[in-house]
Nanobody
């Protein structure tokens, strides 16, 4: 029902910045929230940031003060501004959408992921 396209990953030096973007497309869904998860070897899955349809945001403690999630220029888009990046931020970042499908059932969907690598 939902397709997510991510962009913005890359290689950056510690202290640098990257901006991730994600757009959702498809039909028969009603977005409830969007956000970013990350996965890295040897680390547990982590929910990085979320923004709900009413604009509320939530961040994992590890990125508070450094990352900012905002809605994009359209309703179905989000951006994650990542500043003061640290090597421990290295991970594959997956955009996700929490939504209601055509049957009004809650669903989650993730994009393919974009690699963020922070060198020391």
């Amino acid at each position: 029902q939902v397709q997510l396209v991510e962009s913005g990953g890359g290689l950056v030096q510690a202290g640098g910045s990257l901006t991730l973007s994600c757009t959702a497309s498809g039909s028969g869904f009603d977005l409830l929230s969007m956000g970013w998860d990350r996965r890295a070897p040897g680390k547990p899955h982590e929910s990085v940031a979320t923004i709900t349809a009413d604009g509320n945001t939530n961040y994992t403690d590890a990125v508070k003060g450094r990352f900012t999630i905002t809605s994009g220029s359209t309703k179905n888009a989000v951006r994650l501004q990542m500043d003061s990046l640290k090597p421990e931020d290295t991970a594959i970042y997956f955009c996700y959408a929490h939504y209601l499908d055509a049957q009004s059932r809650e669903n989650n969907h993730w994009g393919r992921g974009t690699q963020v690598t922070v060198s020391s």
